[in-house]
């Protein structure tokens, strides 16, 4: 199947709508971070010292349970050990290994 000018039409169509999409849903973010009285911009740090004892142990649990998911989610992403056993067929007769 050969690329096409009509094919590349229509991904600058679907890049047009994504940009359209994107700048709208950028517009709702600072409307809702002026509605909060947050900065524009995010990703501050966080200021444990602002922060009330009962907001500070919240913020210290979400964070627990956000490292122990990232380590349980890297844990999955490891390959397994190997095993420490011979090759498998090594030792049948008559098989020959490619």
Avoid: T
């Avoid at 199947?1 to 994107?22: C, G, L, P, R, V």
């Avoid at 490891?78 to 290994?97: F, K």
Wanted: proline share 4%; no cysteine.
């Amino acid at each position: 199947m050969a690329y096409s000018e009509q094919d590349m039409k229509k991904q600058f169509e679907a890049f047009a709508a994504i940009k359209e999409e994107f700048s709208r849903l950028e517009a709702q973010e600072k409307a809702l971070r002026k509605q909060a009285g947050l900065p524009e911009q995010g990703g501050e740090k966080l200021d444990m010292s602002k922060l009330s004892p009962e907001e500070r142990s919240f913020v210290e649990k979400a964070q627990a349970e956000a490292k122990r998911a990232g380590e349980a989610r890297a844990a999955q992403s490891r390959p397994a050990a190997a095993s420490s056993g011979s090759l498998p067929g090594a030792g049948r007769r008559g098989v020959v290994r490619l």
